[in-house]
């Protein structure tokens, strides 16, 4: 009977601890260019996202990769104010034109419909391989999710930039704003526990006297 009681939490345990299914949007690879960086826009679609992760078209080699991010749209904004470093990532393995080197960096929540702006820096040399665009904010690639717009070549640290120019990369999320639980689901969830223990042991007590 306890056993029985316990499986719909058990349930519960499972729903939280499983991840969402990770979704990879690439763009063409065409190269025929390069900086230090490229800092250019994610759109999303109609639903909630979580970014993870990436890939960026390096020359062969080992490099460090920082990775800014802003709310809302790079245009207008080339400068550090409002940007935000989420990560910076050491002995990423490049392997040249037309190839992608994929890396994982601190995840971010994007609202549905909303603009979220990415820039990856290398910090030594020009190694990040772009394609010249056709206009800065033109979609590069998209899914039903997520777009990756068309934005700026960057030099190194917020140096010079060069437009329109198309990241040469990949761009991974999830469907819905966080991964994991939030602190206060844990701690309904914890709270579950507790309540289970209690009315298990409870109905020992009774059982026994």
């Known amino acids: 009977m306890i056993t029985t ?3 719909p939490l058990a ?8 991840p969402a299914a990770a979704v990879t949007l690439s ?3 065409l190269a025929g ?8 826009d994610l759109v999303a679609g109609g639903q909630a996202l979580t970014v993870t992760g990436g890939a960026l078209s390096l020359d062969a080699g080992s490099h460090s990769v ?5 709310s809302g749209t790079v245009v207008g904004n080339l400068g550090p104010t409002g940007w935000t470093l989420i990560s910076t990532i050491n002995g990423v393995a490049g392997g040249g034109e037309g190839t992608q080197t994929f890396f994982d960096f601190a995840d971010f929540a994007m609202a549905a419909g909303s603009t979220t702006g990415i820039y990856f820096n290398a910090l030594a040399g020009t190694p990040v391989n772009y394609t010249n665009g056709v206009a800065v904010g033109g979609v590069v690639a998209s899914d039903a999710n997520l777009s990756i717009r068309s934005g700026f070549g960057r030099g190194s640290a917020f140096g010079g930039d060069f437009s ?6 990949s761009i991974t999320y999830t ?3 966080g991964a994991v639980p939030e602190p206060a689901s844990w701690a309904l969830l914890l709270a579950g526990f507790g ?5 298990a042991r409870r109905r020992r007590t009774a059982v026994s006297a």
């Open 195 to 199: 309540l289970t223990g209690a009315v």
């Open 33 to 40: 260019n390069g900086q230090a960086g490229i800092m250019f």
């Open 11 to 18: 349930a519960l345990v499972a729903t939280f601890a499983t």
């Open 175 to 177: 469907i819905g704003a």
């Open 27 to 29: 763009t063409p690879l």
């Open 164 to 169: 329109p120019r198309n990241f040469n990369g």
């Open 66 to 70: 920082e990775v800014y991010t802003r």
């Open 5 to 7: 009681r316990l499986l």
